[in-house]
């Protein structure tokens, strides 16, 4: 099983940024699509981006189209969330996940966080002022 390492939460103003990193400590993430998820309190878990190991596809939620980037780097073995102009609503915490196969689309999968079958710890993201 693939085990996932999150780090890079915090605490941030309103407007600021963070990066997070996904580092794969077993197994290679170029093999695996990737993707972030994030659950608030009381709230359910929502994909929020999703990368494919198949090409370069990628996926963002509407809430975080423009905000969000994700990336890989091979060479670290790890897949980044750069996240810009943090909103309180981003207030959450960022899971990533990992899944040998793409089943439909890199679309659908990170709209349905099951299909991702190894998850990370999660880190903590609090935008506040």
């Known amino acids: 099983q693939v085990q996932l390492v999150e780090s890079g939460g915090g605490l941030v103003q309103p407007g600021g940024s963070l990066r997070l990193s996904c580092v794969g400590s077993t197994l290679t993430l170029d093999h695996y699509a990737i993707g972030w998820f994030r659950q608030a309190p009381g709230k359910g878990r929502e994909g929020v981006s999703c990368?494919?190991?198949?090409?370069?596809?990628?996926y963002y939620a509407d809430s975080v189209k423009g905000r969000f980037t994700i990336s890989r780097d091979s060479a670290k073995n790890t897949v980044y969330l750069q996240i810009n102009s943090l909103k309180p609503d981003d207030t959450a915490v960022y899971y990533c996940a990992a899944d040998p196969h793409i089943i439909t689309t890199i679309k659908a999968m990170c709209e349905n966080w099951p299909l991702f079958t190894s998850w990370g710890q999660g880190t903590q993201v609090t935008v506040s002022s």
């Open positions: 990368i494919s190991n198949i090409d370069t596809s990628t």
